[in-house]
């Protein structure tokens, strides 16, 4: 590492005099302290710090989700951050924002292309994961939403249709005025 100050001598409690300095990482950018020696024969001034150097784009996969080592990112967590909300940011050109996630629209968990991602407030994220077939609470099924909108006429009560699905009435307007399921 390179040495930013000048060194000065520090005594220990058995009273050996040690040489101390500043040096400048150049991976992370912070100044530390170490011993003169050390500090001159050290890359870096940590071990995230040598791993990145190292191997820069180094992944490991949490969750199914792809994860690298950006120790100076504000939102790191152990110099670790998901690669999907690094591509995205980078997309965006800034930080994300609290209260803001990144959705990947095929679905796959790993698959980072910039493309494939978008960025989303967590409630409209919810909404999304939530909604027909991704919730497990729903009790139509896509087919079924498709066959209710085929059958409806005028002439036809919402709680004749619903009695038919074993659902209630007003999920059966709710459906028809496509205020659920609106995406079919």
Known sequence: MK???KRWLA???NRSRRSYSKFLCPVCGQVVVKRRSGGLKAKTCSVHCKKQQSNPERVCYYNGYARIIKPKHP???NYMMKRSVVVAESKLGRYLEDG???HHTNGIKDDDRPENLEVMGISEHHRLHSRGINNKAAKLTTEQVLEIRGKYRPG????DIAKEY???RSTISLVLNRKHWRYL
């Open 11 to 13: 005594t220990d409690t």
């Open 156 to 159: 036809i009560r919402h709680c």
């Open 3 to 5: 040495e930013v100050s």
């Open 75 to 77: 939102k790191a967590h």
């Open 166 to 168: 074993g659902v209630c």
């Open 100 to 102: 803001e996630v990144v």
